[in-house]
């Protein structure tokens, strides 16, 4: 902090209640001075060879006969007149950034200029500034935060535009010339506190962060600190990334914090809205400068604040860009509507439409800046969009397994969400079945066709060994679902056993089922969400049975198959090398015999739906199976 004392007499204010006297001189104060409560008992001569607008009051005061003069307009009060005062008897002013401004308009207000007298306070206190105070980090911003009592009078005179520049100035600097004291709270990198990993012995000067300047910034209220921001911007020196992570911290400090409390407590929201409107408008437009995170909490907080729809449409269409940088966490973004459902679906559902938009086929260029296109390499555009795709599937797969646990969340919502990222590859569709089952789960009261559309959502060929190994125990699945599942870990097994046999291969039905190295199939089980027959629903045809037949007799070298009701003894279970059975797979001959002997009957109920663990097995991997609870109906 920089001080400045003018004068060389010591103080002589007395203050007596609300009246301030000067009493270091034998003669009788012949003016009074009132602002506001306060009245000043002064003499004229000091105040009127300093001020020129002392000189007019005074001037009519007298031809009014009236000794008092009110100047209650004068900008900083009695505290900032009295800096005024005291100069004006040459006694001792003392100065600082937190008074410096309201002294410069007081003296700017009583016209104390040089052409009145040379070296007068106005003179001086601009030396100050200019020596002093705007070369000084924290003066600066000081000096800033007290124009907001001072306007229009520091607007004027310039000085908001001259702290300005020097903070903007400050902040664009190599970081490493920095060398003045700064606010810094949060958590370093080792290398900022001067701690290497290839550190040799020899202590090294602690590196000062490019972001140093951020946390000071946040006590500027948000008009001032839009500019300065504005300002910094506009000098091109700071990376973007650094604008976003000052952005950040404001955001945390002026309006995330307890946002939602404040909402819901009626508290004005109005200094909020403005925080908002500011953040929005200074987000850098470079790519990665800010976290997809950050954006979707900027997002739920002009859904809460009711924030007109050019705000949300702006974050939702950055959101898309980025949209595999996100977490689950961040797309729960809670509705504050009278809707029962408990988080915002259809700002999710925007959110991936942008996304699939800017993502499509035809979409190697890429949008930036609203209207700038720039054209890259096949190769590079390929490679990060699908490694983004796959990210956003996750993603997805992730945010409906939550949202699937909202008792009030309706059938269609959840289908339609999943249905728009149904195009997303893979890897397997574990994420889908996690949260069909979870919706299956809470929602208990779903009818049969209800059920077939939910689980025609995932395709039963993409489950991993863990997940068919969980569903074929499910008893809340639609046993269709259940058969299917067990007939396609049947192929793969057989699969495995013809991968063992060089000599073996594999008819083409049986090949037209397995999945494809981009993740689709080329006859694909899933079914459309809108039809309910049993080729729709994913039931095994005969036309797969039969295939299922044929690869297991060119498989078994002579071997024949037993009844339908007997168990499924394979000859291949007595080979050593196991290559006839896939590790912890279920062999469900039985179970498709019943199925096909169903079908035959023409829809006729079997009397008997009970699912039973084959004899071939291996009991250490199927545990629960061994017993299935018995259905009445095939759902």
């Known amino acids: 902090m920089k001080y400045m004392k003018l004068g060389s007499k010591p103080d002589a204010f007395q203050t007596e209640g609300s009246n301030i006297r000067f009493v270091a001189t034998e003669l009788a104060t012949d003016i009074v001075i009132s602002i506001g409560d306060v009245k000043f008992y002064l003499h004229k001569f000091p105040l009127l060879s300093k001020s020129s607008r002392l000189q007019r009051l005074v001037a009519s005061s007298n031809e009014e006969k009236n000794d008092e003069l009110d100047i209650s307009d004068i900008p900083g009060g009695p505290s900032a007149f009295e800096i005024c005062a005291k100069f004006c008897y040459g006694m001792i002013v003392t100065l600082n950034a937190y008074n410096v401004l309201a002294a410069r308009c007081a003296a700017e207000y009583l016209e104390m200029f040089e052409t009145i007298d040379k070296g007068n306070l106005i003179y001086k206190i601009d030396v100050f500034l200019t020596s002093s105070v705007f070369r000084t980090w924290k003066d600066s911003i000081i000096v800033l935060q007290s124009t907001k009592s001072l306007l229009p009078w520091c607007e004027n005179l310039k000085v908001i535009n001259h702290c300005i520049d020097s903070i903007g100035s400050k902040a664009s600097i190599d970081p490493s010339e920095v060398e003045w004291s700064y606010t ?123 924030s007109g729809e050019s705000h949300r449409n702006n974050l939702i269409k950055r959101i898309g860009a980025q949209l595999d940088g996100a977490s689950v966490a961040d797309l729960l973004i809670p509705v504050n509507t009278d809707e029962n459902s408990v988080y915002n679906i259809d700002l999710v559902m925007a959110i991936v439409e942008e996304f699939m938009l ?31 795709k796959l990210a956003v599937a996750k993603l997805i797969d992730g945010y409906l397994a939550e949202i699937a646990k909202d008792p009030n969340l309706p059938l269609p919502k959840l289908m339609a969400l999943a249905e728009m990222a149904s195009s997303l590859p893979r890897p397997t569709h574990d994420g889908l079945y996690r949260a069909i089952d979870m919706y299956l789960k809470v929602h208990p009261s779903l009818s049969k ?4 559309k939910l689980c025609g959502l995932m395709d039963c060929k993409q489950l991993s060994q863990d997940a068919c190994m969980h569903a074929v125990q499910n008893e809340r699945l639609p046993l269709r679902v259940v058969v299917q599942v067990l007939f396609f870990e049947q192929v793969r097994a057989s699969v495995a056993s013809a991968r063992s046999d060089p000599s073996a291969e594999l008819p083409s039905a049986v090949r037209s089922l397995l999945p494809r190295e981009n993740g689709n199939s080329i006859g694909s089980s899933r079914s459309a969400a809108t039809t309910t027959t049993e080729e729709e629903c994913g039931v095994p045809t005969s036309s797969d049975i039969n295939s299922l037949r044929s690869m297991r007799l060119a498989n078994n070298s002579g071997g024949s198959e037993r009844s339908s009701g007997s168990s499924d003894t394979n000859k291949n279970g007595d080979d050593k090398s196991g290559a006839g059975k896939a590790k912890g797979m279920l062999m469900p001959k039985k179970i498709l015999s019943k199925l096909w002997s169903s079908k035959t009957n023409a829809g006729e109920n079997s009397s008997s739906d009970t699912l039973e663990s084959p004899g071939s097995v291996n009991p250490e991997e199927v545990k629960s199976t061994q017993s299935r609870i018995t259905r009445r109906s095939v759902s």
């Open 184 to 306: 810094y709270n949060r958590k370093k990198l080792p290398s900022e506190n001067g701690i290497d990993s290839h550190w040799n012995g020899v202590r090294k000067q602690p590196m000062v962060p490019n972001d140093w300047w951020v946390e000071d910034l946040c006590e500027l209220e948000v008009d001032l600190y839009k500019r300065v921001i504005m300002t910094i911007k506009a000098k091109g020196r700071t990376p973007p990334v650094v604008i976003g992570e000052a952005l950040r911290a404001y955001a945390y400090r002026r309006l995330l914090g307890s946002l939602e409390d404040a909402v819901s407590n009626g508290v004005d929201c109005t200094k909020r809205h403005a925080a908002l409107d500011a953040i929005v408008f200074l987000l850098p437009t470079e790519e990665g400068s800010v976290s997809c995170g950050f954006l979707l909490k900027l997002l739920k907080a002009a859904c809460l604040l009711e």
């Open 358 to 388: 800017q993502n499509s086929d035809n979409g190697k260029a890429k949008l930036q800046d609203d209207e700038e296109i720039v054209e890259a390499e096949n190769v590079s555009v390929t490679t990060v969009s699908s490694t983004s």
């Open 449 to 452: 066709s209800e059920k077939k």
